[in-house]
């Protein structure tokens, strides 16, 4: 899919045949065919009479892009659909709008977590929605809301936010509609796939209830004779015998029902085996983890596969949490990576080739390399079905995969919000400021963290008494001292530092040393017990 970016307006040639002059203006939907789904206001002038559109008021421009693609294998679809896509929001514009909104968020690996205004959870005695159930995803702005398993794009959420705002709700619940109704033929093909879905999955066996023969040989027939009944049976697999096909099941979540299906067919090609698979709803319609519902909420390290079947070879051998992707190597749909923010660990194990190897490292970059680990091929380290047969320790491979960033690399993307932070807090990297030398703040900025300052001066030219009150000026500003004197030993060094504090001579008032002496203990300042030449073993 290549896309072509527009600036506010575009003057083109047909999208199927003719032509045609359109301009628009803040659309929120895709066009699709002669239709178009509408989300947010939209006018579109001088088009076609066959698209229908209805007189919208207009909005400001938007930047549009523009892409143009097949109509799907089998389907009837008419002319090429052409789909609107956005420049993404940036992290920065979403903090601040939910900044403005007062909504309280915390700022995970790859979403921004917070509470779902389609949730039905009680309120906190500050208002506040007391569970995290809403994920933004930093890059698109789009937003999964786990709990009432609602998804919608940035500017949705936007439209939600502002009406609970308006009206003075608490939530909007989770029956709220994101988009205008569906036409009479999608609605009718959605459900009919949920329905072929359904009757698929009534109809497929569990492996359990399977005889004991047949299971061996489904199982030998697809490469997994050494995945047990119990993980097939853990993790929801059946099998269809009108189809010969092994049927995994996409949950919504934890308690979630039936989304969807993946059903997978076999072919052995001399020592190769070939699998072909059939997605129910259709590709594209809806995507999930396979694996997705046997996770615990206290998990905190997962290995993410791209096969169903190697998530079975995995959670057999080891017994980790384990998922594998929807689609392979081909893509990591921005609406899973909220079931994947609570993971501290994610090791990537994708395959046995090159581009597995490739699609690891972009797809780490998706959910934040900090914590992403990467399985590298080779004949050591197949494929996990692969390395399940040879009997090769998975356990092991998973253990020893390497981090995905480098340790001493860090990219922009890393800093960006330490950077932010300093902008934010001028006054506070500016240093803490000498309140007893006003000039040297103008030459040094005050003292700063991270920062060495050094003082080189002759013999008698002042550089302890200077330092002295260098630092009793920070340290009664409660600024942690610590003395580390190679010179003076620390008894003179502290009579030296208490006259200075003091500001008079305690030789000749020997009553008042107390006095000071309590004042003085009370600083945060510190000494190290040795100086000059000495063993600090």
């Known amino acids: 899919m290549q896309f072509v970016p527009v600036l506010f307006c575009l003057t083109c040639r047909s999208l199927s045949t003719g032509s045609m002059l359109c301009t628009f203006h803040r659309v929120y939907g895709a066009v699709q065919g002669s239709s178009l789904s509408w989300r947010g206001y939209a006018a579109l002038r001088q088009c076609p009479s066959t698209w229908g559109l209805p007189s919208l008021p207009q909005c400001a421009p938007l930047t549009l892009s523009f892409c143009s693609r097949g109509g799907g294998k089998g389907k009837s679809r008419g002319p090429e659909e052409a789909e609107v896509a956005f420049s993404s929001v940036t992290v920065t514009e979403i903090r601040q709008f939910l900044r403005a909104k007062g909504i309280p968020f915390h700022d995970g690996y790859s979403c921004l977590q917070a509470p779902s205004p389609f949730s039905t959870t009680t309120t906190d005695p500050g208002g506040h929605r007391e569970t995290r159930s809403l994920f933004i995803d930093k890059t698109t702005g789009g937003f999964v809301c786990t709990e009432s398993s609602l998804e919608g794009s940035w500017r949705d959420l936007q439209d939600c936010l502002e009406v609970m705002q308006r009206e003075g709700r608490q939530s909007l619940g989770p029956d709220v509609r994101l988009e205008a109704p569906d036409s009479d033929r999608e609605l009718a093909e959605r459900q009919e796939d949920l329905g072929e879905a359904q009757r698929v999955w009534d109809k497929a066996t569990a492996f359990p209830e399977l005889p004991a023969d047949t299971a061996t ?69 809806y995507h999930n983890l396979f694996g997705l519902h046997v996770l615990s909420r206290k998990d905190t390290a997962l290995v993410l596969t791209a096969r169903e079947t190697d998530c079975l070879a995995v959670s057999c051998s080891t017994g980790l949490p384990c998922v594998s992707l929807p689609r392979g190597v081909s893509c990591l749909p921005p609406p899973l990576l909220p079931y994947l923010e609570q993971f501290k660990r994610i090791t990537l194990w994708l395959g046995s080739d090159l581009r597995a190897w490739e699609a690891s490292k972009i797809f780490a970059r998706k959910l934040n390399v900090k914590r992403c680990y ?39 993307r890393q800093l960006r919000d330490e950077v932010f932070g300093e902008l934010a807090n001028a006054e506070q990297v500016s240093g803490i400021q000498w309140q007893r030398f006003p ?11 991270g920062e060495l300052t050094v003082f080189t001066g002759p013999t008698g030219s002042g550089k302890t008494t200077f330092i002295s009150e260098y630092a009793l000026d920070l340290c009664i500003q409660g600024v942690n001292t610590l003395w580390g004197s190679f010179e003076i030993n620390n008894v003179r060094l502290a009579k030296i530092m208490l006259t200075q504090f003091a500001m008079q001579r305690l030789d000749d008032q020997l009553e008042k040393y107390d006095e000071w002496a309590d004042k003085f203990e009370s600083l945060p300042l510190f000494f190290m017990t040795f100086h000059g030449q000495h063993s600090i073993k």
């Open 439 to 449: 000039d040297l703040n103008k030459l040094l900025k005050g003292h700063r963290k």
């Open 374 to 412: 990467l399985v590298r091929p080779g004949e050591q380290q197949p494929c996990p079905l692969e390395a399940l047969a040879a009997s090769l320790n998975l356990g092991k491979i998973v253990r020893n995969a390497v981090a995905a960033g480098h340790k001493s690399i860090v990219s922009f």
């Open 217 to 285: 040989s489904v199982k030998a027939a697809f490469g997994m004779e050494r995945v047990t009944e119990a993980t097939l049976g853990k993790l929801s697999v059946r099998y269809c015998q009108a189809s010969g096909s092994l049927v995994f099941p996409w949950f919504g979540g934890r308690d979630s029902g039936l989304r969807g299906l993946k059903l997978l067919s076999v072919q052995r090609e001399g020592d190769r085996l070939e699998y072909t698979a059939t997605t129910l709803p259709r590709a594209g319609r």
